[in-house]
């Protein structure tokens, strides 16, 4: 099998795991640093590479994002006209969808408050709630916001998806649009943000949209910082309209230890891991679709850049 060299930029993963999974695959993984002749690179894995990384692979055709998020891909002025993909691995969406129903359970099952009794050393009792009488909206239905909304609905919360355009999925109440939006903010106990990053989507969540949300309901992020006026949330948080709020991303990260989010006791903040890749399982994607980009067959998880996703 003949190697094909591709440059690795990341860090936050591990070299050697993706090396090794991706020598079975027949590609050769360096590290960007340690390449000597940048003309052999043919392909790229990467995660949110410093600015002017690309300009130095002259035969550049493929790069492979280390995530589902693309945004810092995305109109980048080092970047040639080639083919971006993202990971697109069944583990992904399940470890997503295993973190967004931990954080909706958490919320549904009162937790933060029988976290905040035990530490005042009190017995408090709230009775359970039926998954039922709980609606958990879903912002963003691409591959892991679908898996987590299938998910949810399968413990028996009733889900409500918003997207971009309108998908009709069993069991899901779906809506699209702007017009829309206001519409599942104010019926949702328990909002879920998992919209990609675009043009769009940036400040989609502003003071007003905050406003609409349901009183006392629970606001759990776990796409992009970026999409929430992060101001406005801790103002929601702290004057009660968001009771309780689950923050994987931020808009600037890692989260500045000077962030009044971090002292809150109705926000729980985790280091932006709700999902990740995983080599052994994703690795046979980049080998199928480097083998495709030699056969000049159409490539997997290609994204658009005009539209960020």
Partial sequence: MTSEVMAFYSAFDDFE??????SAEGIDLRQ????VD????RHALV????????A?????????NLGAGVDALVGRDDLPDVPITRLSDPKMA??????????VTRHARDIPTFERAQRAHRWHYIHP????????GILGLGELGLTAARECARQGYRVRGWSNTLKLVEGIEASAGLAALPDILGASDILVCMLPQTPQTCGLLDVERLAQMKPSAVFINVSRGSIVDE???????????????TLDVFAAEPLSPESPLWAMDNVLITPHLASVALPGSAARQIGENVRRLGAGQELLSRIDPRRGY
């Fill in 94 to 103: 399940r470890m997503m969808a295993g973190y967004v129903l931990f954080a």
């Fill in 17 to 22: 795991t993706w090396r090794e999974a991706l």
């Fill in 38 to 41: 940048p003309g052999s690179v």
């Fill in 47 to 54: 995660w949110k590479p410093p600015h002017g990384f690309f």
């Fill in 32 to 35: 960007a640093d340690d390449i």
């Fill in 129 to 136: 709630r039926d998954p039922e009488t709980i609606t958990v």
């Fill in 231 to 245: 101001r406005a949330l801790i103002a929601a948080l702290r004057s009660g309209h968001i009771a309780e709020a």
């Fill in 56 to 64: 130095r692979y002259p035969n550049l055709g493929l790069v492979v």
